[in-house]
């Protein structure tokens, strides 16, 4: 399938190479639904199957996760949660910016305890110490275990 290279605009079929033949720029496709980056010669998502046909691929050497991964087009932001766990989260505001809603509602609920507080500050201290990709990760695995938690009821 012929591509055009985002960065020198330069046509080329990505089956033959993942790199643009005139620029040398290597290209990854960024899956839309979980957010995983593979060669432009697959015709679907390997991790989840998601057939792209109108992909655009994107330069290896960009940020993959421009303010933190997108998954399924959530897009939650470490800085923002790490501010959210720091300023209010005493009362489980940064659980429910997350999605974390049992656990905003358990936070709310024992606020008056103080203990959330202190939870929510070595939360925001961990948000602020990790990096994009590691924050990607841990919200992946938090969607994997809501859905897997679902199945199960």
């Not at 055009?4 to 839309?32: G, M, Q, W």
Request: hydrophobic fraction near 40%.
């Amino acid at each position: 399938m012929l591509v055009e290279c985002p960065h020198c605009h330069e046509l080329y079929d990505n089956a033959v190479d993942d790199a643009c033949p005139r620029c040398t720029v290597t290209h990854k496709i960024v899956c839309p639904k979980c957010g995983n980056t593979y060669s432009p010669s697959f015709a679907k998502c390997p991790y989840c199957g998601v057939n792209n046909d109108a992909f655009v691929p994107v330069p290896a050497a960009t940020l993959l996760y421009p303010n933190i991964m997108y998954i399924d087009g959530e897009g939650k932001d470490r800085r923002t949660a790490a501010m959210l766990a720091l300023l209010l989260g005493g009362f489980g505001i940064h659980e429910f910016y997350l999605g974390n809603t049992r656990a905003g509602i358990f936070m709310l609920l024992f606020s008056w305890t103080g203990i959330p507080s202190a939870i929510a500050i070595g939360q925001g201290i961990h948000y602020l110490r990790m990096t994009d990709d590691a924050f990607v990760q841990m919200m992946k695995i938090m969607r994997q275990n809501e859905e897997l938690r679902k199945s199960i009821r």
